[in-house]
């Protein structure tokens, strides 16, 4: 909770994200994965493999762009920055990690922007424009979060559809992006189950909020919480969808 609280104060960002609470969301989530790195490491070596394996596939390779970079903990940096003639890394907050990782790459750019809205901050449709491959990285689940806690922060509930309007807008964009042209892949965890210490299942969450994702190529679990993170007689587990051509498994 230190951690994630003295993240919160130094990791900059404009001040309508940072109100909007994506600073705190930042430092929570980086305090979590370094306490959870054992458990995080096969989801994230799995993604990071998914995205260099679409990488090398990918045509065109003048510039490629990261939704949803963070800490890129998912992201294979170097293989990125030599790979493609420019590599931009879209995200409401650039944590410093990130910030010194960049120092090493001049043709890495950092693009701060809300992505929850779909196209509605134009800084996404301009980083998106030109990209020979984009990638969502472990990134749409978290869209609906905080647009929906803003609501519960007022004492009011959220428009029933609001989750799955901010779901579908992201996936309009990579669908998109793939009409255009470019090579898009997909990571994202879908589905949160709930175990006992006895591995039985208590609980589910739908992240998708009621939006069907086509057959992914790949699919993983990903232990988000174990034991004794959230709960000592509970763990989370999320299940991932890779789509390393998202385009081909659309249409
Ligand atoms: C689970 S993390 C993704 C992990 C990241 N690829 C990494 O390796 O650290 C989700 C990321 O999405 C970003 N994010 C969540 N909602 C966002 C939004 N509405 N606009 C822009 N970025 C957002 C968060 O700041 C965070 O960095």
């Not at 994230?44 to 394996?53: H, N, P, R, S």
């Not at 045509?59 to 790979?83: C, E, F, N, W, Y």
């Not at 299942?201 to 190529?217: F, H, I, K, Q």
Request: aromatic content about 6%; proline content about 6%.
């Amino acid at each position: 909770m230190l951690l994630a609280f003295v993240l919160s104060l130094i990791n900059p960002a404009p001040l309508h994200l940072r109100r909007l609470g994506y600073v705190r969301e930042s430092g929570l989530l980086h305090a979590r994965s370094r306490r959870c790195r054992r458990a995080w490491a096969p989801h994230l070596a799995q993604a990071k493999e998914v995205v260099a394996q679409a990488a090398a596939g990918c045509a065109d390779r003048r510039l490629a762009v990261v939704l949803g970079s963070g800490l890129l903990d998912d992201v294979p940096l170097d293989i990125l920055a030599k790979g493609f003639g420019a590599v931009r890394l879209v995200d409401a907050v650039h944590p410093w990690p990130t910030r010194v990782a960049v120092r090493h790459y001049p043709n890495v750019a950092l693009v701060t922007a809300e992505i929850s809205g779909g196209l509605s901050d134009p800084a996404v449709g301009q980083a998106l424009q030109g990209a020979g491959f984009v990638v969502s990285a472990n990134l749409l689940s978290q869209l609906p979060i905080l647009p929906i806690e803003a609501y519960e922060r007022r004492g009011r509930e959220a428009p029933a559809l609001l989750g799955t309007s901010i779901v579908e807008a992201h996936l309009a964009i990579l669908t998109a992006s793939a009409r255009a042209g470019a090579t898009v892949c997909l990571i994202t965890d879908t589905l949160q189950r709930e175990e006992d210490r006895h591995g039985h299942e208590v609980a589910t969450l739908d992240l998708m909020y009621g939006v069907r994702l086509p057959e992914p190529s790949l699919a993983w679990d990903w232990e988000l919480a174990p034991f004794g993170e959230v709960a000592g007689s509970r763990r989370f587990v999320h299940r991932v969808h890779a789509y390393p051509d998202w385009g081909a498994s659309t249409w």
